[in-house]
Antibody, heavy 126, light 106 residues
């Protein structure tokens, strides 16, 4: 079955760039039926969608993170990645990579986060 | 930006009980609403999409209802594995999650 696995450093210094990679196994990132999302969850808070990328390379980002965020996709490695620049302590969170199913509800494209990685805790601290 | 609220923020119930969690949105979102369950130390899990459609593999003891700005998640016949935190989520637009409802065993 399809599985997602996050990888990257667990500690990043303030003002540096956080880089994470998600490896997808048992399925393909160039499946037209899915976006590939990053979601984070700060301590004692609800999940927060950060952004997604489609197999065509098109992206959608949370508006408040747009200036610092870049998502990319590597179909040859079946991976997608996140780069978040100029991090602060407020970026400390568990970061999840998530398969995002594209659906149609009442004629509009909707999404649901149907398969999650186990999550990776990233702390921002000097 | 859409605001999402959930009530109650926490509740206690006994095994075998039925409970209801409500999600309200500041804007009309038709049936563009998903529900997730998150157990401690685990990633969230999709339960319901499009307000009332049960995700494949989710227990039929879960049901969702509502449209517009008010949505309800009902859990029947509570089992030990149901004690978790539940989140609603806007599935069209900014994809916001609600603040969560923590269901605890009485």
């Amino acid at each position: 079955q399809v599985q997602l696995q996050e990888s990257g450093p667990g500690l990043v210094k303030p003002s540096q760039t956080l880089s994470l990679t998600c490896t997808v196994s048992g399925g393909s990132v160039d499946n037209a039926g899915y976006y590939w999302s990053w979601i984070r969850q700060r301590p004692e808070r609800g999940p927060e969608w950060i952004g997604y990328i489609y197999y065509t390379g098109s992206t959608s980002y949370k508006s408040s993170l747009k200036s610092r965020l870049m998502l990319s996709l590597d179909t040859s490695r079946n991976q997608f990645s996140l780069r978040l620049a100029s991090v602060t302590a407020a970026d400390t969170a568990v970061y999840y990579c998530v398969r995002t199913r594209i659906g149609v509800t009442e004629g509009n494209i909707t999404t649901s986060f149907d398969l999650w990685g186990r999550g990776l805790l990233v702390s921002v601290s000097s | 930006d859409i605001q999402m609220t959930q009530s109650p923020s926490s509740l206690s119930a006994s095994l075998g009980d039925s409970v209801t969690i409500t999600c309200r949105t500041s804007h009309f979102i038709s049936t563009y609403l998903n529900w997730y369950q998150q157990r401690p130390g685990e990633a969230p899990k999709l339960l319901i999409y499009a307000a009332s459609t049960l995700q494949s593999g989710a227990s039929s003891r879960f049901s969702g209802n509502g449209s517009g700005t008010e949505f309800v998640l009902t859990i029947r016949d509570l089992r030990p594995e149901d004690f978790a935190t539940y989140y609603c989520q806007d599935s069209y637009g900014a994809l916001h999650f609600g603040p969560g409802t923590k269901l605890q065993i009485k």
